[in-house]
């Protein structure tokens, strides 16, 4: 049997449905509240102690941490590869992985909290939130996440957040005019894994940020027409975010573009 523990409009559980999409995987569903902090229980620390997810149950055997899902996936099911053949393909497919895991998927965390999703935690009330922040168990993510709730786009990560991305979408555009792929000519685990971000980055009204980045755009399209996409991503999407992201992400693009401007004059 294969679980999965994940939540709708998380970005790293978007990354792992879609591996298990592409690979015709079948799974159940183990969907959590990370508003109501069905992550932070015990029962699912002692899943994951970091309290987040995803997390994979295959036969009992207890997968964590979405990278090391995406490989797992591939290796333990059979269907299309996921993976470059080549050695060398096989290492730039895991140094776009790690950038992810080393800082850009924690500044997705600062953005979309900064811009959004603090309405729907500040809205729980003082003491919800707090327990919420004071759960974290990760030290540095605490104060991050308290950052980013309390003080929104004004938090001292917000700017160094926009920045990277921006840095980020550039080298993914640098890249994609030598290669259709990420990783080279095979899609892979690399392109799996930005699909969730970029489209996070849409749903936050800054698509702008490839308006000039035409070869990441025609990547974007191509990926989102894929079957795996609408199965793991369009499909389970939530309307309440959506429209949250929409007025908040609209509402804040102007000062996100001065950040940008400002820096390219330095
Ligand atoms: N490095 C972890 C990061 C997982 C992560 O940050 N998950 C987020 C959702 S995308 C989460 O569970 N956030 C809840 C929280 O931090 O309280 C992975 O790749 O699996």
Not at 124 to 132: H, T, Y
Request: glycine residues 4%.
């Amino acid at each position: 049997m294969i679980e999965l523990y994940h939540n709708d409009m998380s970005t790293c559980a978007q990354k792992v449905r879609l591996a298990l999409a592409e690979k015709g995987v079948r799974w159940e569903s183990r969907h959590l509240d990370l508003r109501a902090r069905d992550h932070q229980t015990p029962a699912y620390l002692k899943l994951n102690p970091n309290a987040v997810v995803p997390t994979l149950v295959h036969d009992g055997v207890v997968i964590i941490e979405s990278t090391v899902i995406n490989e797992y996936i591939d290796d333990a099911f059979g269907g299309v590869s996921l993976r470059p053949v080549d050695a060398a393909g096989r290492a730039r497919m895991r140094l776009w992985t790690k950038q992810l895991d080393e800082g850009l998927h924690a500044d997705t965390g600062v953005l979309s909290t900064s811009i959004a999703f603090r309405y729907q935690k500040l809205e729980k009330g003082d003491r919800e939130v707090q327990a919420l922040v004071d759960n974290v168990p990760d030290a540095v993510k605490r104060a991050r996440v308290r950052a980013n709730i309390f003080e929104g786009v004004q938090s001292p990560y917000f700017k160094e957040s926009v920045l990277r991305f921006d840095a980020l979408l550039g080298r993914m555009e640098t890249t994609l005019a030598n290669s259709q792929w990420l990783a080279g000519d095979t899609y892979s685990l690399a392109d799996i894994a930005y699909a969730p971000y970029l489209t996070r980055l849409e749903h936050l009204q800054m698509k702008e940020l490839w308006s000039e980045r035409p070869r990441l755009g025609r990547w974007f399209e191509c990926l989102r027409e894929r079957e795996a996409y609408q199965i793991a991503l369009t499909q389970w999407f939530n309307a309440k975010y959506l429209s949250l992201m929409e007025e908040k992400g609209e509402r804040e693009w102007p000062a996100i573009a001065k950040i940008i401007k400002d820096a390219e004059r330095r």
